[in-house]
């Protein structure tokens, strides 16, 4: 944003309609022209006239499917743990970030074998699976343990969190959801606290983007894009209200475009999808809220270690159905964290045991997700959209430059503005004219 602001740079306006439709910028565009972020996994050299790039870690060249999840484990728990007592090394207070998921809590059993200061933190409100899951874990083993709750829309912090997630951010990603964020990292001490999350890696480990839908006729044969697109890469705004020179109009033919540039069809799917998910969502989501973060505090995910990835990704895709790879690291790093329970009722074990003793929770769990289809249990929203009403001049006249004419009106007739990540879209859109100015 500061570099747009020096030169002068104007939107990019489908970059704009790819974060209005899917809250991605895709490729290493930016949302200004003519400004471009590095390309992952690459080395640049510049001289006064010239400039040249070069992939250092070719991600299609591995040897997929060829490792075991159990030698996987071994060989990760072996890496990690020397990553972690090199952090102990330090002699800083690590906090890192605990959920009732399988990602942080295998941290946490990578922090209880090697460091000797640290402590763990949630948000969330005080009946939510996270913080009840994650207080449980940490009354277990006795270390201190924060739970930090959701900012409302009307506490009086929440706008100014906002104006700072702007500067933050560059406005590519949604800043009432990086308020909360922010609101969570500056519980603790920003310089002295460094932050340690499970996201990246683990989302590989635990094969999150391999579904049947997206193979055909199975993850050894081809990939389909269709279903990979509407799921993965979701465009929450009406095709008829986009005009016909940006995404939004055609958002498969785009998306397919965007696909190409990072796809390797010589590939089974499962490889593919592994490839899509590091170079289209997990280094733009997770990347983007860590080169925000660091701004500020420093906060890193161990997973982003090049062998652990690797090996990640050449382990046997069977062989990680079902959360095991992950569930092998719980069970390796201590018994009882292979006992306690995990969100949405997933066996927290390798065994058949851990997932007998876990079905009454996966049970409900199900039940919960009906309810919710037959809508008789609504998810709570924090706040009023209301609240942001006062953004919406602005950010209708950002969606002239996106959408046809009667669009903001269909918006409001929709609905569509009282869901969450299209309201936090357009919020984020909404400071565009404002950030381009010069201070």
């Excluded at 996994?41 to 010239?50: I, K, N, P």
């Excluded at 969190?161 to 560059?170: F, G, K, M, S």
């Excluded at 050894?220 to 697109?229: A, D």
């Excluded at 269909?410 to 879209?425: E, F, I």
Aim: hydrophobic fraction near 40%.
């Amino acid at each position: 944003m500061t570099l747009a602001q020096l030169i002068g740079a104007p939107v990019n306006w489908v970059a704009a309609s790819e974060f209005l439709a899917s809250g991605c910028i895709y490729g290493n565009y930016s949302l200004y022209e003519g400004i471009r972020s590095l390309k992952p996994a690459h080395l640049y050299e510049f001289t006064q006239t010239t400039s040249r790039e070069s992939e250092y870690w070719t991600l299609s060249a591995l040897l997929f499917n060829t490792l075991s999840a159990r030698e996987a484990c071994q060989r990760i728990v072996e890496e990690l743990d020397k990553d972690f007592a090199s952090l102990n090394a330090s002699g800083r207070n690590f906090v890192l970030d605990l959920t009732a998921g399988y990602d942080s809590r295998t941290n946490v059993g990578f922090a209880i074998r090697n460091l000797k200061n640290f402590q763990t933190t949630v948000s969330g409100a005080p009946g939510d699976e996270d913080v009840v899951l994650s207080s449980h874990i940490a009354r277990h083993f006795g270390f201190k343990h924060v739970v930090t709750p959701f900012l409302s829309s009307e506490d009086s912090r929440q706008l100014d969190y906002i104006a700072r997630a702007a500067w933050l951010t560059d406005l590519e990603y949604d800043v009432i959801q990086y308020s909360q964020i922010y609101n969570a990292q500056t519980q603790f001490d920003t310089l002295n606290q460094p932050s340690i999350h499970g996201s990246a890696g683990g989302d590989i480990a635990r094969n999150i983007i391999l579904r049947r839908e997206f193979c055909d006729p199975s993850p050894e044969g081809r990939l389909v894009l269709e279903p990979l697109i509407e799921q993965r890469f979701r465009n929450l705004i009406p095709s008829a209200l986009g005009l016909s020179h940006l995404p939004i109009a055609d958002w498969f033919s785009h998306m397919c475009g965007r696909i190409a540039e990072h796809d390797h069809p010589e590939l089974p799917a499962f490889a593919r999808l592994d490839i899509l998910y590091l170079r289209m969502r997990m280094q733009f989501w997770q990347g983007r809220i860590g080169s925000s973060t660091n701004r500020f505090r420093s906060s890193f995910s161990p997973w982003t270690n090049r062998r652990v990835m690797e090996t990640m990704l050449i382990t046997k895709w069977k062989e990680k159905r079902r959360q095991m790879l992950s569930r092998l690291f719980l069970a390796a790093l201590h018994p009882d964290l292979a006992r306690l329970p995990v969100a949405r009722g997933e066996a927290a074990g390798p065994t058949a045991w851990s997932t007998l003793v876990a079905l009454p929770a996966r049970m409900r769990y199900f039940a919960g997700r009906v309810g919710w289809r037959l809508g008789w249990n609504q998810p709570r929203i924090e706040g009023k959209s209301s609240v942001f009403d006062h953004f919406g001049p602005k950010w209708e006249a950002v969606l002239g430059n996106l959408l046809r004419p009667e669009a903001a009106k269909n918006l409001k007739a929709s609905r569509l503005l009282d869901h969450p990540l299209v309201l936090g879209r357009l919020v984020t859109l909404a400071h565009l004219e404002d950030s381009l100015k010069l201070p």
